[in-house]
């Protein structure tokens, strides 16, 4: 189980992290293939879909399932492994906001805080064997 997330993980993750990595290598090389952007309310629109992706919609959504366990004497190793994957996916959309707002060339204050949530969501939701025997444990899967 803990291997189908990690290669879960990785599969929606990599990408996005090796075009910020390809995006960043760019910028320090020069090279200008950037649409800047002016409007000041894209810098909001981006930071707090970021925040949302990385923190908000990830914590609702586990509540949301936590609500519809609660009563029920076990859960299915199925539907369990479908909460995870859906929720690794959730948090995963935060990268590709960050490398979008990159190819936007959005002003550092705002990357910055959009990098932050990025690494938060990395490293959170990082299907860790620790991390997915207590959450077993919690939902007590079967």
Request: no cysteine; net charge positive.
């Amino acid at each position: 189980m803990q291997k189908k997330l990690l290669r879960h993980y990785l599969i929606i993750n990599l990408p996005g992290i090796v075009a910020f990595i390809i995006l960043y290598i760019l910028v320090k090389f020069h090279v200008n293939m950037f649409l800047p952007v002016q409007q000041d309310w894209i810098q909001v629109i981006m930071m707090v879909a970021s925040g949302l992706f990385a923190v908000v919609l990830p914590v609702w959504y586990r509540i949301l399932f936590v609500n519809r366990m609660k009563g029920k004497a076990n859960t299915s190793k199925h539907r369990f492994m479908q909460f995870e994957r859906d929720f690794l996916s959730l948090a995963s959309v935060s990268v590709y906001i960050l490398v979008a707002g990159f190819i936007i060339a959005l002003p550092r204050i705002p990357l910055s805080v959009m990098v932050l949530f990025v690494i938060y969501a990395l490293y959170f939701y990082f299907p860790s064997d620790k991390r997915i025997r207590s959450e077993k444990k919690i939902f007590r899967v079967e």
